[in-house]
């Protein structure tokens, strides 16, 4: 006899039943469509890689979160994400693939992660990488494709915001400010900044002056940081900048792009994005709902120095993931979730046992030219088929009794008008 | 520095890259279309569960290779195969699902085996479940499902044929003999002799005659037990087994019903088919090559007692699994891996970044149409542009250049003629 929790899914995943998992077929569809007209290519990588793949690059909560086990002297895990995998395939073949890359991919990861809304253990991700393009260029094609999906599934009227910054520019902007003389504390700084949404200022400024921390800033120097984060005009930032920054053109530069694309009123500067993995290099961005209830609707940005970290070369990359749990959020609180019918055709009914072969070559003869066709197989009372079928959606009945098979025809029923006609059986 | 074991994907797992996974994509999309004609609705459970779900109510082979763990006080496992989380969701809606429920998946599993051609440690595997339809009506479904798939990968010619057995007729027929005292001894025994084709005749009795074991057969049992097993025509099965054996009726009616769709000839009776998951009570089935080279392409059958040992209402059901690894290794023995293009249509490439915008608007209506389209990011020289497009295969390039630009149009180039004209850019 079971216990009863060995019998539900574990806490924070879910079982897709046929409604679920119609209504992820349609939102994966949408993310390989879009996919597809901008160019990108599908990949995929194992479920289950070497734990090391995410903890030597990744910010200190991934790791805390990884689903990871040892066996048969190895240490495994569940992929938290998809761009470690990604950057081991892309090195494996780097001399052979031709820049830049195009990769997208709709996958599964895991992180054991307190559940709140729009939170789960496990969710379902679209990721669109652009590899070997060093310019904004990229940027711009990637929020393009994040606007396009948003407008393909109902949201291109301003529901979804992003907003977006560069590490780049924070990194030029405190290393000739405050980590002037230590520089490698930018990464950490990166990690614990990314929390100030969730654990406030002062928290942020109590961990970046740790003195057992990676960052050890002074009090003055921890709140100058936060007040960095507050800017959110790109003119503000540019001035905290150093002369002829960069990372400002840039970023103005991209905002032209954006304007190309038409979708520049939806993209704002936003100092305080800095995203909690501890790789990105320049461009960073997060997508949120217009009245910030949820969480991210996705996420992404610049990580050009990854593939060297893993000892491969250097080769500039910049994606984003976008999951499924939070936009199925933002469409229910919208009403835009669409009402998808099974899209059963025909349903074919012997009455009777000597029917049945009939009745089987009659559902073979259908299903050849492409309907979906059920075959009664139990229970064959008309008033039942007649019911079921129409409780299932189908078109169609057709039902195969001993007078019909002794004039070698098949009555149907246009469930829709309730008609009724006898069709040839051959 | 990373150690080069972390970048590599874990042994017996798989990289996609594009040409694999339109590959792996093409196949699903005949598993999914497959099923679609026939009715079955997809369905999907969590990767991971708790280990106890596999573990009841396996063959001790499954348990000796599920990745498991344990993690904040739970026995985690990813699943090894989909039917115990099927039988779950199943049971948690009880009462509330219409029977009988047709039910399909195309889901990843992962088994930790020893490699060989044809094995790895993870694969994707489609199945076909039914739920609620007692009589072998299901059976034939499923079976027909099985060849119209195979027909539409180009294996329709009796390239692969089923092998197809009962496990109550077995059951009838050694209940009535050497279990007739022990009939308890019946699924330990299915266990042991599913090894057969794998181990041998010799030591398969010497497992069914172990003393420390779970059948416990004097020796002459156990022959006879392994003389059954080599019966291979149903009527001398029928002459073997009690007589009105309900079984043997069944297998009759079975035969009867794959006669009306048109696959009797590619399904043989082989009492040797036992299949190793102890849960199996009736119909069970392998298909193979018909050269015998390959593991099994598939396999199946009737498990009409699962829900219940795990504590739900009995619904009988019947079901097949199909991985994707055998029937590649087939369809490239017999060349019929197809060789699928990344599908792209056109290159949009501005030569100057002045260009960029009007290059951009271009590339945004043409995928607002429906095509797949490259925006060059990087280097734009035309020959360049051109032969990268050519070596994609792509249809058309689209470039744009100061002059054009000029004169409000873009030059078109097709590749597959060469032939170049401009238009108009709005």
């Not at 998992?21 to 990949?43: D, I, M, N």
């Not at 049945?356 to 075959?375: F, K």
Request: net charge negative; proline share 4%; with cysteine.
């Amino acid at each position: 006899m079971a216990r009863p929790s060995d019998l539900q899914a574990p806490r924070g995943t879910r079982d897709f039943y046929p409604e679920d998992l119609r209504l992820r077929s349609w939102l994966f569809a949408h993310f390989r469509e879009v996919s597809r007209r901008f160019g990108f290519e599908e990949v995929d990588a194992p479920v289950v890689e070497h734990a090391e793949l995410f903890t030597r690059k990744a910010g200190e909560e991934i790791v805390e979160q990884l689903y990871h086990w040892e066996m048969h002297d190895r240490h495994l895990a569940l992929r938290p994400e998809m761009t470690p995998s990604i950057a081991r395939m892309v090195m494996a073949r780097a001399g052979a693939l031709r820049l830049p890359l195009r990769w997208f991919t709709v996958t599964q990861n895991w992180r054991y992660e307190r559940m709140t809304r729009g939170r789960k253990r496990e969710h379902f991700q679209w990721n669109m990488d652009v590899w070997g393009e060093p310019g904004v260029g990229a940027e711009a094609e990637l929020l393009a494709a994040i606007f396009a999906l948003l407008e393909r599934v109902g949201l291109g009227g301003g529901q979804v915001r992003i907003q977006l910054n560069s590490r780049a520019l924070l990194e030029e902007t405190l290393r000739a400010g405050v980590l002037r003389e230590r520089p490698e504390a930018f990464e950490p700084l990166c990690v614990i900044v990314d929390k100030l949404a969730k654990i406030g200022a002062d928290a942020v400024v109590e961990q970046l002056r740790d003195p057992a921390g990676a960052v050890r800033l002074s009090a003055d120097e921890a709140r100058d940081v936060v007040g960095l984060l507050g800017v959110t005009g790109l003119d503000d930032a540019a001035a905290a900048a150093p002369p002829g920054s960069h990372a400002v053109a840039e970023l103005r530069r991209l905002f032209e792009l954006l304007a190309a694309y038409g979708v520049a009123d939806r993209v704002d500067f936003d100092a305080s994005v800095v995203r909690g993995l501890a790789y990105y290099t320049g461009v960073v961005f997060e997508a949120y709902d217009a009245d910030r209830k949820l969480r991210a609707v996705c996420g992404g940005g610049r990580y050009d120095r990854l593939l060297e970290t893993l000892g491969g070369p250097r080769i500039p990359a910049v994606g984003f993931g976008f999951g499924d749990v939070v936009i199925a959020e933002l469409l229910a609180d919208h009403g835009l979730l669409p009402a998808l019918a099974r899209g059963l055709d025909d349903v074919v009914c012997a009455l009777g046992e000597a029917q049945r072969p009939a009745a089987i070559a009659l559902a073979q003869r259908l299903r050849a030219s492409g309907r979906s066709v059920e075959l009664v197989l139990g229970d064959t009372r008309p008033k039942r088929v007649l019911a079921d079928a129409d409780k299932a959606g189908a078109a169609r009945v057709w039902l195969l009794g001993p007078d019909e098979a002794a004039r070698g025809v098949v009555r149907v029923r246009e469930l829709a008008t309730g008609a009724e006609r006898d069709e040839a059986l051959s």
